[in-house]
T-cell receptor, first 114, second 115 residues
Framework: ETGVTQSPTHLIKTRGQQVTLRCSSQSGHNTVSWYQQALGQGPQFIFQYYREEENGRGNFPPRFSGLQFPNYSSELNVNALELDDSALYLC?????????????FGSGTQLSVL | DAKTTQPPSMDCAEGRAANLPCNHSTISGNEYVYWYRQIHSQGPQYIIHGLKNNETNEMASLIITEDRKSSTLILPHATLRDTAVYYCIVRVALRWTGTASKLTFGTGTRLQVTL
């Protein structure tokens, strides 16, 4: 157990809809990152939040957005869902953004877009 | 944009050491090498990380070559529960921020531990 919890565990949506995924970081962690993992692939970096500010983003379109709250929990929002958005979405937290800080991952949310 | 190359699969007998190789020939001087593993679509589990020196913890050892262009993860006594996909990752700085960085996953090595 990493102490990082994600909800829901599974979700089914239809194309064009919007979705919100949630993540509670490990106690004491102020940095949260989100990753997308398509079937058979390694996770791909979406963005990172540090103390409520987005401070890094991967190659994902603006319809992928997020928030981090004062308690350092986080949300990932995806608008105008596409079939290719079907994936496992992973949240990871760390106690800082230094490259020497370990990231601890949650179990993920499996999103299916029909 | 993964910066690592790993064999797609490996087998290991239970009780023997599993040695998982990784090439990262384009690694920069301040980029760390991380190893994670993932069991059947669960979240990746942290194993170990290092910059230049060899590292050891309760799970594994990490051997980094002097030129830092490759590394080896060693599981000293593999068990059936070590069957998983193992990712060798270079942690890359995000250019437009001061200290933020990301893990760049490749497709990993699928380790099968057998009786």
């Amino acid at each position: 157990e990493t102490g990082v919890t994600q909800s829901p565990t599974h979700l089914i949506k239809t194309r064009g809809q919007q979705v919100t995924l949630r993540c509670s970081s490990q106690s004491g962690h102020n940095t949260v990152s989100w990753y997308q993992q398509a079937l058979g692939q390694g996770p791909q970096f979406i963005f990172q939040y540090y103390r409520e500010e987005e401070n890094g983003r991967g190659n994902f379109p603006p319809r992928f957005s997020g928030l981090q709250f004062p308690n350092y929990s986080s949300e990932l929002n995806v608008n105008a869902l596409e079939l290719d958005d079907s994936a496992l979405y992973l949240c990871a937290s760390s106690s800082g953004q230094n490259s020497n800080e370990k990231l601890f991952f949650g179990s993920g949310t499996q999103l299916s877009v029909l | 944009d993964a910066k690592t190359t790993q064999p797609p699969s490996m087998d290991c007998a239970e009780g023997r050491a599993a040695n998982l190789p990784c090439n990262h020939s384009t690694i920069s001087g301040n980029e760390y090498v991380y190893w994670y593993r993932q069991i059947h679509s669960q979240g990746p589990q942290y194993i170990i990380h290092g910059l230049k020196n060899n590292e050891t913890n309760e799970m594994a050892s990490l051997i980094i070559t002097e030129d830092r262009k490759s590394s080896t993860l060693i599981l000293p006594h593999a068990t059936l529960r070590d069957t998983a996909v193992y990712y060798c990752i270079v942690r890359v700085a995000l250019r437009w921020t001061g200290t933020a960085s990301k893990l760049t996953f490749g497709t990993g090595t699928r380790l099968q531990v057998t009786l």
